[in-house]
């Protein structure tokens, strides 16, 4: 008897609980309504502005052409060469490094003449 007793006060509550419930249609409706704004809440403030982004970088790293002046990881160089996928940067004294297109992060448009080499050949 001792066993029965809390399974005889449960019955009610749940008798009570299944009178209350929501019909299954309606909460299937309700459910891939919330997924669809879902959806288009992270289409509209996330992807979107990424896949522009990205397209604005891509265009910039293509259209790279002697004499810019690129940043890429930190590093402050002028583009010397450009590759297929790399780019050769003339840094300070001459120094030149080769960086992959996908690490520039800035570009700045420079003029397409090299500055003059100082020689002391002669001088």
């Known amino acids: 008897m001792k066993k029965l007793l809390p399974v005889l006060f449960a019955l009610p509550a749940f008798a009570f609980a299944q009178e209350a419930a929501p019909s ?3 909460g299937m409706v309700q459910t891939f309504l919330m997924i669809g704004l879902a959806l288009v809440f992270f ?3 996330l992807w979107r502005p990424e896949q522009k982004r990205r397209k604005a970088s891509e265009q910039m790293r293509s ?12 590093i402050v160089g002028t583009v010397a060469r450009v590759q297929d996928n790399s780019v050769i940067l003339r840094m300070v004294e001459g120094a ?3 960086v992959l297109k996908a690490a520039i992060t800035d570009v700045q ?7 003059a080499e100082t020689s002391s050949s002669g001088s």
């Open 43 to 45: 289409y509209f403030i």
């Open 63 to 74: 259209s790279l052409k002697k004499g810019d002046r690129v940043t890429a990881m930190g």
């Open 24 to 26: 299954a249609s309606g």
């Open 96 to 98: 030149k490094i080769e």
């Open 109 to 115: 448009p420079g003029t397409e003449a090299e500055p």
